[in-house]
């Protein structure tokens, strides 16, 4: 079954305490994976796209990586801006079809 | 302004009523698409538009219908709302599906009681 999940659900650091968030996938033919920020009371927004293992991709604090089964996302000396909900999506095919499913999401909370 | 909008922001209506969630998108972006989002489920795909006058389903399209007269515009109809479909709706768009990035609406808040 194809599936995408996010560790962990919840995840809460002081200002400055670097960490990771996951995201495994079990789908085949991979095409992309996405990774988008939520903040609450509004829509998901863009962060990074990984089409191939080893990439890796930067903004600010926040850089992602990409293997054959999964994604990180690394936040360095987070800020308390950074409080949000992290998604991942993984678009791929199957059955012939294209398709694009989403984690649940990491929440994030990140202490003064 | 450019981007992409949904109206209204919040609904209430009742069980068995006919609702329309607007979504209005100014990129031109050949793709749209409808999510909902629930506790406990990831974001999941209602139904998606590769161009005007062409839709497909998604993963739950069941008690939904969608049209798309014009590439700007890509209306959610619920024929006759249920207590389960009581849930946020997103909006996206992308210039090609899954091969770019999917830009959201600020979402729809819609209970059904």
């Known amino acids: 079954e194809d599936q995408v999940t996010q560790s962990p659900e919840a995840l809460r650091l002081q200002e400055g305490e670097s960490s990771s968030l996951n995201c495994s996938y079990t789908?085949?033919?991979?095409?992309?994976l996405f990774w988008y920020r939520q903040d609450p009371g509004k829509g998901p927004e863009f962060l990074f796209t990984l089409y191939s293992a080893g990439e890796e991709k930067e903004k600010e604090r926040l850089k992602a990586t990409l293997t054959k089964k999964e994604s990180f996302l690394h936040i360095t000396a987070p800020k308390p801006e950074d409080s949000a909900t992290y998604l991942c999506?993984?678009?791929?095919?199957?059955?012939?079809?294209?398709?694009?499913?989403f984690g649940i999401g990491t929440k994030l909370q990140v202490i003064p | 302004d450019a981007g992409i909008t949904q109206s209204p922001r919040y609904k209430i209506t009742e069980t068995g009523r006919q609702v329309t969630l607007m979504c209005h998108q100014t990129?031109?972006?050949?793709?749209m698409f409808w999510y909902r989002q629930d506790l406990g489920h990831g974001l999941r795909l209602i139904y998606y538009s590769a161009a005007a006058d062409i839709t497909d389903k998604g993963e739950v399209p069941d008690g939904y219908v969608v049209s798309r007269s014009k590439t700007e515009n890509f209306p959610l109809t619920l024929e006759s709302a249920t207590r389960s479909q009581t849930s946020v709706y997103f909006c996206?768009?992308?210039?090609?599906?899954?091969?770019?990035?999917?830009?959201f609406g600020p979402g729809t808040r819609l209970l059904v009681l």
């Open positions: 999506a993984v678009h791929y095919y199957s059955g012939g079809y294209q398709k694009v499913t």
């Open positions: 789908v085949s033919g991979l095409r992309g």
């Open positions: 996206a768009s992308s210039e090609w599906q899954g091969q770019e990035t999917q830009y």
């Open positions: 990129w031109s972006h050949s793709y």
